[in-house]
């Protein structure tokens, strides 16, 4: 699966040990692929988590990991040095080429659309809460 996805750039998996390789695209954020138990974890790295967040920014930044969340599945964490991740996996045998250009494509649009509101502005914009109502069937 990885190789093939892969080779729809010319490039292909090192045959060392290395379970963890890092690509860096002409454009977009460095890609990590790290070898899982059954499959692969994919992710973009933010950058570290600012102080002083307008509330605002951290209900978006929470929104991601919504299961209503327009780049589902793809999740949001924070390492233990602080940096915020963009972060999804691809199963063997389930997830095919096209499945992993999806899942590629919605971690650059994540980090395209995050990282600016991570950027200092300095001017703070008050929060536009909208109210919305969920509907479960």
């Known amino acids: 699966m990885i190789d093939t996805w892969l080779a729809q750039w010319g490039l292909r998996f090192p ?3 290395d379970a963890t390789l890092r690509l860096q695209p002409a454009e977009g954020p460095e ?3 790290e070898r899982l138990e059954g499959g692969w974890l994919f992710a973009v790295e933010l950058g570290l988590v600012p ?5 605002g920014v951290i209900l978006q930044l929470l929104q991601v990991n919504s299961p209503f969340s327009s780049l589902a599945p793809v999740k949001l964490a924070a390492d233990d040095a602080g940096r915020l991740v963009l972060w999804a996996e691809a199963r063997d045998g389930v997830d095919d080429v096209d499945a992993l250009n999806r899942l590629h494509d919605r971690l650059r649009e994540g980090h395209s659309r995050l990282v600016p509101l991570l950027e200092p502005t ?3 914009v008050p929060a536009q809460i909208q109210t919305s109502a969920l509907v479960f069937v």
């Open 122 to 124: 300095g001017e703070l």
């Open 31 to 33: 890609l990590v692929m």
């Open 15 to 17: 045959s060392s040990n």
């Open 51 to 55: 102080s002083g967040l307008p509330l």
